[in-house]
């Protein structure tokens, strides 16, 4: 099978097992394909340094961690950051801060889009 570009864009907050599970496609998807992982709106959130524990949801950090170590990339939508006055968590891999101009063209091209 051929490796595509594939792009999961995370629009929702954090707050359910929805982040959770795009993340663990993603990183499964790595393993076969180009895969680049877009928070956008509300899904920005969930690259702070909250405590998901706290309120019974399993935490990212595993989840990010291998999509570093698979060269996924890891992307957060600047204006959402900026509009939401919030600081990104340092999570020991880069993320990519992009505009909405440059996070269209990349959906434009990718091969496969899913959004959650």
Not at 75 to 100: H, Q
């Amino acid at each position: 099978m051929a490796r595509k570009n594939v792009v999961f864009i995370i629009k929702s907050n954090p707050f359910s097992w929805k982040t959770f599970e795009a993340l663990r496609q993603a990183v499964g998807a790595s393993i076969e394909h180009n895969v680049s992982v877009i928070f956008i709106k509300d899904g920005v959130y969930a690259l702070t340094d909250w405590k998901p524990e706290l309120i019974g949801i399993e935490p990212i950090d595993k989840s990010i961690e291998s999509l570093g170590m698979m060269g996924a990339r890891v992307i957060a939508e600047s204006e959402a950051v900026r509009e939401r006055g919030i600081k990104l968590k340092d999570w020991g891999i880069e993320i990519d801060i992009m505009d909405k101009d440059h996070i269209c063209n990349m959906t434009k091209d990718a091969e496969v889009v899913i959004t959650w």
